[in-house]
């Protein structure tokens, strides 16, 4: 069964920083964009970043200023680097791992962010 290990969550004040983990076996990091998503309560999930085997990034727009995704090929792990957080923040994290080859995905637990005012 394939696993993805998130870490890292936590509750931070507005203006800190947070660096989540996702941790795989390397038989699906090596094959997989991976990427972060987050579900805020009473809204639809939303892709964070995505970063291919090459390690050629995609942020979205509206955080990538804020936001760094990153991949550690020795580790099998991914991070993403939150920096000066704010309540909107707040959500549940989720890594995703998604085949090149066949687009069959694979989902962590999730990771709670709560950040307060």
């Known amino acids: 069964q394939v696993q993805l290990v998130e870490s890292g969550g936590g509750l931070v004040q507005a203006g800190e920083s947070l660096r989540l983990s996702c941790t795989t076996s390397?038989?699906?990091?090596?094959?997989?964009?991976m990427g972060w998503y987050r579900q805020a309560p009473g809204k639809q999930r939303e892709l964070v970043a995505s970063?291919?085997?090459?390690?050629?990034?995609n942020n979205a727009e509206s955080l990538k200023d804020r936001f760094t995704m990153s991949r550690d090929n020795v580790k099998n792990t991914v991070y993403l680097q939150m920096n000066s957080l704010g309540p909107e923040d707040t959500a549940v994290y989720y890594c995703?791992?998604?085949?090149?080859?066949?687009?069959?995905?694979?989902w962590g637990q999730g990771t709670q962010v709560t950040v307060s005012s």
């Open positions: 995703n791992a998604r085949s090149v080859y066949t687009s069959r995905e694979y």
């Open positions: 390397r038989s699906i990091f090596s094959i997989s964009v």
């Open positions: 970063i291919t085997p090459s390690g050629r990034a």
